[in-house]
């Protein structure tokens, strides 16, 4: 069974912070995304990684930033966070390229004041 | 450009009742499609595939390339189909394409 976990289901955070969200899965996938998932606008990519150390924008990378240092884990970065980005964030990953199943962690809802 | 497109934010129906969840895309090439969804409380989970041409929990969902559709159908609602649903796209094996989503409510 795929397990994704966040770091945090829910997060207050103060305009102008660092914010780290992290996101861990178990199941050795090699590709891991982030979604912002906001009500009438559905879920938008952020980034993704296909493999350790690589990286590739998403729809609405701007404001944002990711790194991967190891396999099983994916972090999302707001450099200098905004009330605009206050939202629902979803991790998820998918294991090689044939399997088409994206696995969904639970959320991680921000607040930015 | 590719997108997916989910017409109605909220569809309500009484239990027993027939329901259609509608998803159009646009895309050029051969298309993926995919229905996710999200029970309240629960993490965001894929529903069916279109290339499995299965019948999850008495819901299917047929490919249209004519109409560039991919509706998802279920006979009689129940209660418990209660939930976001989300079609999804993909245009190639790295991303995939949401939809902004249909949120079903289902009445006793």
């Known amino acids: 069974d795929v397990k994704v976990t966040q770091s945090s289901r829910y997060l207050v955070k103060r305009t102008g912070e660092k914010v780290f969200l992290e996101c861990v899965q178990d199941?050795?996938?090699?590709?891991m995304f982030w979604y912002r998932q906001d009500p009438g606008l559905g879920l938008r990519l952020i980034y993704f990684?296909?493999?350790?150390?690589?990286?590739e924008k998403g729809d609405i990378p701007e404001g944002y930033s990711v790194s991967r240092e190891k396999k099983e884990r994916f972090s999302l970065i707001l450099e200098s966070a905004s009330t605009n980005q206050t939202s629902m964030y979803l991790c998820?990953?998918?294991?090689?390229?044939?399997?088409?199943?994206?696995?969904f962690g639970p959320g991680t809802r921000l607040t930015v004041l | 450009a590719q997108r997916v497109t989910q017409p109605e934010k909220l569809l309500s129906v009484f239990k027993g009742a027939p329901v259609e969840l509608k998803c159009n895309y646009s895309?050029?090439?051969?298309?993926?499609l995919f229905w996710y969804v999200q029970y309240s409380r629960q993490r965001l989970q894929l529903l069916l595939r279109?290339?499995s041409r299965e019948s999850i929990k008495g819901f299917t969902a047929d490919l249209n390339k004519g109409e560039t559709s991919f509706h998802l159908k279920k006979p009689f609602a129940q209660e418990e189909d209660s939930a976001m649903y989300y079609c999804?796209?993909?245009?190639?094996?790295?991303?995939?394409?949401f939809g902004t989503g249909t949120r079903l409510q289902v009445f006793p």
């Open positions: 895309y050029s090439g051969s298309p993926e």
């Open positions: 279109h290339i």
């Open positions: 990684s296909y493999d350790v150390k690589m990286k």
């Open positions: 998820a990953s998918r294991g090689g390229v044939s399997t088409d199943t994206q696995y």
């Open positions: 999804a796209l993909r245009p190639n094996t790295d991303k995939l394409i």
């Open positions: 199941m050795d996938h090699e590709n």
